[in-house]
Nanobody
Framework: QVQLVESGGGLVQAGGSLKLSCAAS????????MGWFRQSPGKEREFVAR????????YNTDSVKGRFTISRDNGQNTLYLQMNNLKPEDTAMYYC?????????????????????WGQGTQVTVSS
């Protein structure tokens, strides 16, 4: 059973930065594709970014391109999300997720139901 624990959220002013971390345990981290999702009250869970098991492939949703960077350290069993130039619309609960499956379509990795394990989330609030 894989456990994922996010940290690093908080309150920041617009234009500021935060770095989220997701510590994994109980499985073979280097074998999982990883993703970040976010969810605001009353909205569906939204894809933010994903990284392949080796870290060689990354993909961000359009709204965060040029501002957010996903990365991973397989030696430390940790996933990261560097968030720069934050905007009020980035305010949400951020979740990391792991998938043990390999998908051939990029769009599969943007769907929450394609992921097998989830963390409890960390809140990011961006003030204007």
């Amino acid at each position: 059973q894989v456990q994922l624990v996010e940290s690093g959220g908080g309150l920041v002013q617009a234009g500021g930065s935060l770095k989220l971390s997701c510590a994994a345990s109980g499985g073979t981290f280097s074998g999982y594709g990883m993703g970040w999702f976010r969810q605001s009250p009353g909205k569906e869970r939204e894809f933010v970014a994903r990284v392949s098991a080796t870290g060689g492939i990354t993909y961000n949703t359009d709204s965060v391109k040029g501002r957010f960077t996903i990365s991973r350290d397989n030696g430390q069993n940790t996933l990261y999300l560097q968030m720069n130039n934050l905007k009020p619309e980035d305010t949400a609960m951020y979740y990391c997720a792991a998938t043990v499956k390999y998908y051939t379509r990029r769009s599969d990795y943007t769907q929450p139901q394609k992921y097998d394990y989830w963390g409890q989330g960390t809140q990011v609030t961006v003030s204007s």
